[in-house]
Nanobody, 125 residues
Framework: EVQLVESGGGLVQAGGSLRLSCAAS????????IGWFRQAPGKEREGVSC????????YYAESVKGRFTASRDVAKNTVYLQMNSLKPEDTAVYYC??????????????????WGQGTRVTVSS
């Protein structure tokens, strides 16, 4: 069974850090682009980062550039999103998603094949 499982969310004060994990089962990330998306209450889902397994290149939304870093642990078949200098506006449910042979894009999210269940991040001011 193909599955993505996120973890690492929680409550943190502004300026703090969290590391989200996205573990895959039933497939490997080798040929996939792994996107991170978030959805805040009352807002549309937005792409924040994409990690392309084929060359290790990562892309970021302007709102998180310089603060978030995506990476991959091949042995653990897990992708991470390190989030530093968190702001209250980063509060959302974060999802990882995988797109087979995807070019790595932050939008549209509809092109992604598999999605995790989401992990909640709350940043207090």
């Amino acid at each position: 069974e193909v599955q993505l499982v996120e973890s690492g969310g929680g409550l943190v004060q502004a300026g703090g850090s969290l590391r989200l994990s996205c573990a895959a089962s039933g497939f490997t990330f080798d040929d996939y682009a792994i996107g991170w998306f978030r959805q805040a209450p009352g807002k549309e889902r937005e792409g924040v980062s994409c990690f392309r397994s084929s060359d290790g290149h990562a892309y970021y939304a302007e709102s998180v550039k310089g603060r978030f870093t995506a990476s991959r642990d091949v042995a653990k078949n897990t992708v991470y999103l390190q989030m530093n200098s968190l702001k209250p506006e980063d509060t959302a449910v974060y999802y990882c998603a995988a797109e087979l042979e995807g070019p790595c894009r932050l939008a549209p999210s509809s092109t992604y094949d598999y999605w995790g269940q989401g992990t909640r991040v709350t940043v207090s001011s």
